[in-house]
């Protein structure tokens, strides 16, 4: 919605419908192609006077994806809906939910319908071990795998399991054809490691695995293509050492538990196409050391509550607080940050470290400290080239010290384009917009065209909630990129 100087205002309703949903072609190039068993059946009777088919609208690559979401049995049941749902069938993603119950007779039925070169397997299994899950995954129907994801049902925890299954050995048969893996609940060998190589994999995502450090990083060097890698809670090491000429992305979660190694450093040695470092969850105790990463555009989450420490040659950044501050890292356009209370002071320090930011993506659910600048920061002002083009605010509350944190961008920053605030259902109001219209001084703004939108939908992905190796690809993970709900949008300008 868009409020004009005079006042009036005038609301804006959009259905968030699925136009703009794109999925990968899932479908495209795999499995077996229609045939004249294949055709549309007529239209049932009556079928012309009811309501339009909204589903059967929907391209085959989204419903492939619903398809690929649904347990096994439903999954297949689809095919009785119409003769399309066949073909959809046989080349959505292949997902066993493979409890005890499920016969052999049954996957193989499963596994033949699934046959053709590509294929993604999912497997979030519960029960999937022993000579069982050897003949599963050497099946022929699974030859020329793309996509693997085998986890243990310890996998489902919250720690790592006292004695992890030994991943079955039938799962590295995919080698040479992988381009996605994720392992979770497992342990890995030394000597299982030592015979791997992945000449096609691309994304690789340990979660609550058990590997030794001298396995990590022989598995990391056997995958000569890897781009986004992913470690999550995972334990049998204390330092990971980064040498690779093809990553780009790379998300870590460190580990404190009683059993076993703890994950506590992590050294980016040489990463020279690396643009993304994730830190995935509060990551209180991990060290991160960034010796060469020339092309790190992405950083977070940052938080002000932890012991953790980030350290760029001799700059020193530990929780939010900024030691040894020498070397500016210009390369850093966007910097996600948790604080717990919100700082501007923080922030601002921060901006010094990193000058050329241009999207800052802020979590605060505190009352906030005392955000006063205007005399503080006077000589800040005049020297410091704000560049921020966009900030996103989950929780904001429009109390003063929200408000003082807010105006400071709105004031200062000459080329914002849009600031987001995420506030609680009961402040999704025009009485709340009128009083923030005022107290944030949006006519006094430095960018004539800034605008600021207000939503109670989710205001940026949270990658830290069940994090998928999906989620390290795009250029800035912490992006929106569903639909918002019906009716969370209001978006405010001042005069133009």
């Known amino acids: 919605m868009e409020m004009e100087a005079g006042g009036r205002c005038s609301r804006k309703r959009k259905s968030a419908g699925l136009g703009s949903l794109e999925v990968g072609a899932a479908s495209e190039g795999r499995g077996p192609g229609p045939t004249a068993g294949d055709q549309e059946p007529p239209p049932l009777p009556g079928a012309e006077g009811g309501g339009s088919d909204r589903i059967s609208d929907l391209p085959d690559a989204v419903l492939g994806e619903i398809i690929s979401l649904l347990p096994t049995k439903q999954g297949a049941r689809t095919q009785v809906l119409a003769s399309r749902w066949r073909r959809l069938w046989r080349s959505s993603p292949l997902n066993l939910d493979c409890t005890p119950y499920l016969f052999d007779a049954i996957i193989s039925r499963i596994l033949a319908a699934h046959q053709g070169p590509g294929r ?33 049902f310890m996998f489902y925890l919250p720690f790592p399991p006292a004695t992890p299954q030994p991943l079955p050995a039938a799962a590295f048969r995919f080698s040479d054809t992988l381009h996605v893996a994720t392992i979770g609940g497992h342990a890995l060998t030394d000597s299982t490691v030592q015979a791997l190589h992945f000449p096609k994999l691309q994304k690789l995502a340990l979660k609550r695995v058990s590997i030794s450090e001298t396995s990590l990083h022989t598995l990391i060097a ?16 204390l330092c990971v050492r980064i040498n690779s000429s093809s990553l780009r992305s790379i998300g870590v979660e460190g580990f404190s538990y009683q059993r076993g190694l703890e994950f506590l450093e992590l050294v980016l040695e040489n990463a020279p196409s690396l ?27 940052l938080s002000s509550g932890s012991s953790s420490r980030l350290v760029f040659d001799s700059t020193v950044i530990q929780g939010f607080k900024v030691y040894s501050f020498t070397t500016a890292v210009c390369t850093v356009k966007i910097l996600a940050v948790d604080m717990k209370p919100l700082s501007l002071d923080l922030v601002i320090d921060l901006m010094r470290c990193f000058p050329c930011l241009e999207k800052l993506y802020i979590q605060s659910n505190g009352p906030g400290k005392p955000n006063l600048w205007r005399r503080k920061h006077q000589n800040l002002i005049r020297s410091l080239n704000i560049r921020l083009k966009t900030v996103v605010w989950r929780y904001y509350r429009g109390i003063k010290s929200h408000v003082d944190f807010a105006t400071f961008f709105l004031l200062n920053a000459r080329v914002l384009e849009l600031m987001t605030f995420e506030v609680d259902d009961n402040d999704y109001n025009e009485a709340f917009f009128a009083q923030q219209r005022e107290m944030l001084q949006v006519d006094s703004r430095a960018s004539r065209g800034a605008r600021l939108r207000f939503t109670s939908d989710w205001s940026y992905h949270n990658i830290s909630l069940d994090p998928s190796v999906h989620d390290l690809d795009p250029a800035d993970p912490f992006e929106r990129t569903q639909p918002p709900k019906a009716d969370t949008n209001f978006m405010l300008c001042g005069n133009c």
Request: charge should be negative.
């Open 120 to 152: 993604r397997f999912c497997a979030p299994v519960y029960h999937l071990h022993g000579d069982r899950a050897e003949a599963w995954l050497r099946s022929p129907a699974l030859d020329n795998l793309q996509e693997l994801e085998l986890c243990s």
């Open 222 to 237: 056997a995958c000569p293509a890897l781009e986004c890698l992913m470690i999550y809670r995972s334990t049998g090491f």
């Open 275 to 301: 643009k993304s470092l994730l830190q995935l969850g509060s990551c209180g105790f991990l060290h991160i050391s960034v010796i060469s990463a020339p092309k790190l555009e992405t950083l977070g989450y």
